[in-house]
């Protein structure tokens, strides 16, 4: 079952501007993560954020976590081309060994 | 490139059948998940092994099983294969059995005709 929900399910900016990526999820975490797909390729890992920590920046990425509202979003600054691609949260169950819930995923297109 | 490898890369195969897809993980990762994303069911968790060990079970069907060697790779088999198993299968893994980042490999694409 898709635990985690992510919104909008398509997003069409411009190139420079900020792209962002909202992520709800329904049971306790352990931690939530953000991967990359390139049209029908393998997932990129970007951000890990633990349960206890309310902000992650990697590069252009910042991730927020609000485990009382239990969302998350994923903000891309200053957005290029190679940044379209689809975007999933996945969250771990605070319970222990299980695998990653996915999202549906945002389908982000840059436009140049 | 995540350090995991999947092979092989595409697999096309006809209802019935039997597939064995494998993948070996990051060099130091104990445990190996496995994944299946389908146009309709999204990316869903299968199964993980944590250093040669069942760890926890996902949406797997019967028909499909696992293992993890003691060189801790591992090898998804898919049995009497239906057209509904067309999907791409991807291996992940991490350095412990929780709370760490899980690397996924390329993926699998089958395609059952």
């Known amino acids: 079952s898709q635990q985690g929900e992510e919104d909008p399910q398509a997003l069409s900016i411009q190139e420079g501007e900020n792209a962002t990526m909202n992520c709800s999820y329904k049971?306790?975490?352990?931690?939530l993560q953000w991967y990359r797909q390139n049209s029908g390729r393998g997932l990129v890992h970007l951000i890990l954020?633990?349960?206890?920590?309310r902000e992650k920046h990697s590069g252009r990425l910042r991730v927020t976590l609000d485990t009382s509202k239990k969302s998350s979003s994923l903000l891309i600054t200053a957005s290029r081309a190679a940044d379209t691609a689809s975007y999933f949260c996945?969250?771990?169950?605070?319970?222990?060994?299980?695998?990653?819930?996915f999202g549906k995923g945002t389908h982000l297109i840059i436009q140049p | 490139d995540s350090g995991v490898t999947q092979t092989p890369k595409h697999l096309i195969t006809a209802t019935g059948q039997r597939v064995t897809l494998r993948c070996s993980p990051r060099?130091?990762?104990?445990?190996v998940y496995w994944y299946q994303q389908s146009l309709d069911q999204g990316l869903q968790f299968l199964i993980q092994?944590?250093?040669?060990?069942?760890?926890a079970k996902g949406n797997i069907l019967e028909r499909f099983s696992a293992q993890q060697f003691p060189d801790l790779h591992s090898e998804l088999n898919l049995s009497s294969l239906e057209l509904g198993d067309s999907a791409l299968y991807f291996c992940?893994?991490?350095?412990?059995?929780?709370?760490?980042?899980?690397?996924f490999g390329p993926g699998t694409r089958l395609t059952v005709l």
């Open positions: 049971t306790s975490i352990n931690n």
């Open positions: 954020i633990r349960s206890n920590e």
């Open positions: 992940a893994s991490s350095a412990n059995t929780w709370g760490d980042t899980q690397y």
């Open positions: 996945a969250t771990e169950p605070g319970g222990g060994a299980d695998g990653l819930t």
């Open positions: 060099s130091g990762d104990l445990s």
């Open positions: 092994y944590y250093n040669g060990e069942e760890r």
